[in-house]
């Protein structure tokens, strides 16, 4: 199975946005707040809904007030799916009051739902669920990787050892369930002891000289780049001051329009000089918000830890 197409009908920002893939890797890049986070929402939000797992009760989580759409009333959206050869779409209505889920055949326009054994007990109906084989917590800390929001929540490592039990009882052939078990323990346990008080603080160092770094070779490109606004301006000036020399006295001033030919020259290679020095500042663009409120995270939990 693979996504060939997102639909993003009315979604946050976007409006009749749609994004065509193709099996096997595809990259979607952007600057900040260009939509890469609410594009990976979207695809969440389509498979699972915004919605707390009560099925008595439909209690929506913040995403979903986050990403109602800025243009219009309408909140919903699609995806094309080749599901083993046969083209599928799974439509979305997120509003309040009219959430619904449809999954249909494209060859023979049949709805799926009965046939994928969608859970319709649900207030929000999840697809995920049914084509991935994935609850919403161990696809959103397993197959969904969003940048800086992954969690150590402990409720889909027991999920994990859910699925294992149930296929050690199903007698599944090459599979040892006290193995798996032990197995993961361990590398919990090396990931405790690689995030204890030491790890954490040469993170902060890292992270602390990457922002020292930052802040000088910015202090560096600012005094170049107002160093440069100024031997701009000045040629600007000194040139009308040529033109306007060669108007007044155009004989009498031949020397001195030679002189300032010369310092123009000067002017000119000085601003080469400190272009070339610009250029060699390293592009920092990468640290973006949420780096920075990772960091602050990092020296926050250094704190908790000495004290």
């Known amino acids: 199975m693979y996504f060939k197409e997102l639909n993003l009908k009315s979604f946050g920002k976007f409006k009749d946005k749609t994004i065509h893939l193709t099996n096997g890797l595809n990259i979607i890049y952007g600057v900040n707040e260009s939509g890469k986070s609410t594009i990976n929402k979207f695809i969440t939000g389509i498979m699972y809904g915004f919605v707390g797992p009560s099925k008595k009760r439909t209690i929506y989580s913040s995403d979903h007030a986050k990403y109602t759409p800025w243009i219009g009333d309408a909140y919903v959206g699609s995806i094309l799916v080749d599901l083993n050869g046969t083209n599928i779409r799974i439509e979305r209505n997120f509003s309040k009051g ?12 049949n709805d799926l739902k009965n046939e994928l054994g969608i859970d ?52 599944i052939e090459d599979l040892s369930i ?46 170049l780049t107002m160093e440069l606004v100024k031997l701009n301006e000045l040629v600007r000036n000194t040139e009308k001051d040529l033109l306007e020399s060669r108007n007044a006295h155009q004989i009498l001033n031949q020397i001195n329009e030679v002189e300032l030919h010369k310092k123009i020259d000067e002017i000119k290679i000085e601003i080469k000089e400190i272009e070339v020095n610009i250029s060699k500042i390293p592009d920092f663009s990468f640290i973006d918000d949420d780096n920075y409120n990772e960091i602050e995270r990092l020296f926050e939990e250094r704190n908790r830890v000495e004290n």
């Open 98 to 109: 009219n959430e619904q889920l449809n999954i249909y055949d494209l060859n023979n326009g």
């Open 120 to 171: 319709t007990s649900r207030k929000v109906e999840q697809a995920g669920k049914a084509l991935l084989g994935l609850s919403e917590t161990i696809y959103l800390n397993t197959l969904n990787i969003a940048p800086l929001e992954t969690t150590n929540d402990n409720s889909y490592a027991i999920e994990l050892r859910d699925i294992l039990k149930n296929k050690s009882e199903s007698n």
């Open 178 to 223: 006290q193995s798996s078990i032990q197995y993961l323990d361990n590398k919990q346990n090396e990931l405790t002891k690689k995030t204890g008080p030491r790890s954490i603080e040469k993170e902060i160092q890292s992270l602390g000289n990457s922002i020292k770094l930052l802040y000088n070779s910015g202090i560096e490109y600012d005094r």
